[in-house]
């Protein structure tokens, strides 16, 4: 078994700050994903890493960076904070060949 | 492009009745489709997961889906109910190149009442 760990899992910013989130999984999964949560929007992709060192942009990349130096961890920052930016941002990952992804527990952005 | 419609937003049931929440998806090839659940402030869990073969399988916790190609469907179903069910389910698709990350539907928030 593995597990996903992200952090913070709370993180209040001001708007036109840039912010990051974390994602750690000791799954040795290759590829990583973020999906951002809105309530009532189900998930949507925001980035992927198939490998340590690839980016592949999401549906919802506009806004955000993401960062993959190792295999075990995948960083998205939030390049300029937006009063709409609140919402729960889900880390997830899978080994490559297969589609199962397991998802870790969330980080709630808040933006005042 | 593919996408998943769970036309219903919330379902109330009460313990021990039968359950089926609905999921219908568009898509050109062959789908690989997911069921997961979200308990509250948790991550997503996977339910069950549909390639090919037998259309209806089975899951974690007496969960079962059926898979109709002519219908597009994937619907759950579970037997009977227990409060602990009580959740938001999310069906998900799964393109041919399945690294490009999962379509998920909006979700379907199941309540069971005692």
């Known amino acids: 078994g593995g597990i996903i760990t992200q952090t913070p899992k709370f993180l209040i910013g001001q708007e036109g700050q840039k912010l990051t989130l974390k994602c750690q999984q000791n799954?040795?999964?290759?590829?990583m994903y973020w999906y951002r949560q809105d309530s009532g929007k189900g998930l949507r992709l925001i980035y992927y890493s198939i490998t340590e060192n690839d980016l592949q942009k999401g549906d919802l990349s506009e806004g955000y960076d993401a960062s993959r130096e190792k295999k075990s961890s995948f960083s998205l920052t939030v390049t300029s904070a937006q009063k709409n930016e609140m919402a729960v941002f889900l880390c997830a990952s899978s080994y490559r060949g297969q589609d199962t992804q397991y998802f870790g527990p969330g980080t709630r952005l808040l933006v005042l | 492009a593919q996408s998943v419609t769970q036309p219903d937003a919330r379902v109330t049931v009460s313990e021990g009745a039968s359950l089926q929440l609905r999921c219908k998806y568009s898509y050109s090839g062959t789908p690989y489709l997911f069921w997961y659940v979200q308990y509250p402030r948790q991550g997503l869990q996977l339910l069950l997961k549909y390639y090919s073969g037998d259309p209806v399988v089975q899951g974690v916790n007496g969960f079962e889906a059926e898979f109709s190609k002519s219908n597009s469907s994937f619907h759950l179903r579970k037997a009977s109910v227990h409060w602990s069910d009580s959740a938001v389910y999310f069906c998900a698709l799964s393109a041919f190149n399945y690294a490009q990350g999962l379509t998920f539907g909006l979700g379907t928030r199941v309540s069971v009442f005692p």
């Open positions: 799954f040795n999964h290759d590829t």
